[in-house]
C-alpha cells in the first residue's frame, strides 16, 4: 500500500462488479427474456443472440435497453406495428428478465455499511461508470443506494428509452437527478481527464481523491494516469467462465473493440494499485482512513 500522509477529501465509487456482481445479474436475466421471447415468437434462438450483437454493437453498449424491440427478428414480425405495441406484446420476456434481476441482483458484502463509514467521517463519495443512465437509474433504486452519494457520473442516455415516454418520464421524475452528470460516449475510461473533470467538479484536486474499480486495465490505469489514488476492487474481478462466455456472445465489442483491449491489458501490465481489496469492499477502509482504529469487521481484516 502507497503510504499516505494526508487525508482523502473524496472517493470515486466504480459501480458495476464493485459494488455489486453485474455479469451474475445481468447474464441470467438477459437469457431468461432470450429464452421467454423465443417460446412466444417461436424463432430460431442463434438468430435472435445475432439479432441482439448487431443491436448491442450498433448502439456500443451490452445492455442497450429494450433491444429486443430494435432486433431483425422483431422488425421483420411486426413490421409497422408501434413500439409500445411490439412491447405489449413481449410483456412476458420482459418480465422474465425483471424477474431474474430481482432474484440476483444483490450488493457485495458491507457496501453500504462501508459508504456509511466513509460518508459519516466527512469524505464525500460519488459515483462513476460507464453505464448509461436508465442502467444506472435503475441498479441505485433496486439496491437503496441513490443517497450514498453526492453526485452520479454517467453515461449519457440513448435517445430511444421505454417504448411508454410517460412511464419513461414518471420513471426519472422519482429519481434525484440533479445528482446526475451525464458524460458523452467520448469520455469513457480509461481517459485520465474523466477523473480531472470529476476532481475539479467535486473541489478537490486529483491527490486528494481516491478511485476504486474491479478493472486494472480500465479503472486503475485511469486512476494512476490522472493522479488518483487507485484501489483494485480485486474481489470484482473473478467472473464465472460460462456466464462470461454467454455475455461475450452478445457483446457490443467489435473486433477493433477486442484489439484495443488487448492493448489496454498490455499498457497496464506495468500498473501496480496503491491498495488492493482483496475480498470485500469493506477492505477499503484500511486504505481510506490508515492510521485511525475504526470497528472494522473481522472478514475485513488482512493477514
Request: hydrophobic share 40%; glycine share 4%; proline share 5%.
Amino acid at each position: 500500500m502507497r503510504t499516505r500522509l494526508q487525508p482523502f477529501k473524496l472517493l470515486i465509487c466504480d459501480l458495476d462488479n464493485t459494488l455489486y456482481d453485474w455479469v451474475a445479474y445481468f447474464v441470467p436475466a438477459f437469457y431468461a427474456m432470450l429464452d421467454k421471447a423465443v417460446e412466444v415468437l417461436g424463432c430460431d434462438r442463434e438468430k435472435l443472440l445475432d439479432d441482439f450483437r448487431e443491436v448491442h454493437q450498433r448502439y456500443h453498449d451490452s445492455e442497450h435497453p429494450f433491444a429486443l424491440l430494435e432486433t431483425a427478428t422483431i422488425n421483420e414480425r411486426f413490421k409497422g406495428r408501434e413500439r409500445h405495441e411490439i412491447a405489449e406484446m413481449l410483456d412476458a420476456a420482459f418480465h422474465a428478465f425483471n424477474a431474474m434481476r430481482k432474484r440476483y441482483l444483490k450488493l457485495h458484502p458491507g457496501v453500504k455499511e462501508t459508504l456509511e463509514c466513509i460518508r459519516g467521517r466527512g469524505i464525500r463519495v460519488v459515483a462513476h461508470t460507464d453505464s448509461q443512465l436508465f442502467g444506472v437509474v435503475d441498479r441505485l433504486t433496486r439496491l437503496h443506494l441513490t443517497d450514498y452519494f453526492s453526485n452520479i457520473y454517467c453515461r449519457e442516455r440513448p435517445q430511444l428509452g421505454h417504448p411508454d415516454p410517460d412511464i419513461g418520464e414518471r420513471w426519472l421524475d422519482n429519481f434525484p437527478m440533479q445528482k446526475v452528470r451525464e458524460l458523452s460516449k467520448r469520455q469513457m475510461k480509461p481517459d485520465p481527464k474523466v477523473l480531472t473533470e470529476i476532481c475539479n467538479t467535486e473541489g478537490v484536486t486529483c491527490p486528494e481523491a481516491a478511485y476504486i474499480g474491479d478493472s486494472i486495465a480500465r479503472d486503475i490505469l485511469m486512476a494512476k494516469k490522472a493522479g488518483v489514488f487507485g484501489i483494485w476492487a480485486k474481489y470484482g474481478a473473478t467472473l464465472d467462465s460460462d456466464e462470461y462466455a454467454k455475455l461475450v456472445r452478445v457483446t457490443h465489442w467489435t473486433k477493433d473493440d477486442v484489439e484495443r483491449e488487448k492493448q489496454l491489458k498490455k499498457d497496464a501490465e506495468s500498473i501496480r494499485p496503491d491498495f488492493v481489496a482483496e475480498n470485500s469492499f469493506a477492505e477499503i477502509l484500511l486504505a481510506i482512513f490508515p492510521y485511525e482504529r475504526l470497528d472494522i469487521p473481522p472478514y475485513v481484516r488482512k493477514e
